[in-house]
């Protein structure tokens, strides 16, 4: 019933200025995030899935509630993150690129939840998540609602990546992903 909530539910307050506020959405996301807790592996993991399959729908509603649902459900079974943060990092990746600014903050602050997970669960998509935190810079002004969760998500990255992480991906030739400047010719 939790998931149909985040599904079902449209209404949204813009009375705080460019950021929705989604009281119902952000309420069955908590809630379900406390039946997660006592939940089998299993019936988590289905719920987390049924997550990512919500966050591809094309009402931004319905993505916007599945990263709130990803945003809490996510660090509450950190016991499962070893298999459930690779299962939904390309669905956050590609919500960081989504058209709706409420969707790319919500991308972001659920990958902010785990964020001190990521280097070691995804290595590899690192880079990739770094230059999508760029791009996604680029596209936005200081008045956005995605600025504040993508500023606060790459900052706590490249807080915790080490010196090393950095310099290997700029070595392999991913300097470009992790560089908002374009490359000179």
Do not use: I, N
Request: proline share 5%; charged share 20%.
């Amino acid at each position: 019933r939790l998931l149909a909530v985040l599904a079902l539910d449209r209404f949204g307050d813009w009375s705080a200025g460019d950021r929705v506020t989604a009281p119902v959405r952000e309420t069955a996301a908590q809630a379900l995030a406390v039946a997660l807790r006592s939940m089998e592996a299993g019936c988590a993991a289905q719920v987390v899935r049924a997550l990512l399959t919500m966050s591809r729908e094309e009402a931004w509603e319905v993505r916007h509630g599945a990263l709130l649902g990803l945003k809490y459900c996510l660090p509450a079974r950190e016991d499962l993150l070893p298999e459930l943060l690779p299962l939904a990092t390309p669905s956050l990746l590609q919500a960081l690129a989504d058209d709706d600014d409420d969707v790319r903050a919500g991308a972001a602050a659920s990958l902010l939840g785990v964020a001190s997970h990521l280097e070691a669960l995804v290595p590899s998509r690192l880079p990739r998540l770094l230059g999508a935190l760029w791009d996604a810079l680029a596209s936005v002004d200081d008045l956005t609602a995605s600025t504040a969760s993508v500023m606060g998500l790459l900052a706590s990255l490249c807080a915790s990546l080490p010196y090393a992480t950095l310099a290997a991906a700029e070595a392999r030739g991913e300097a470009a992903a992790l560089s908002p400047l374009p490359a000179e010719a």
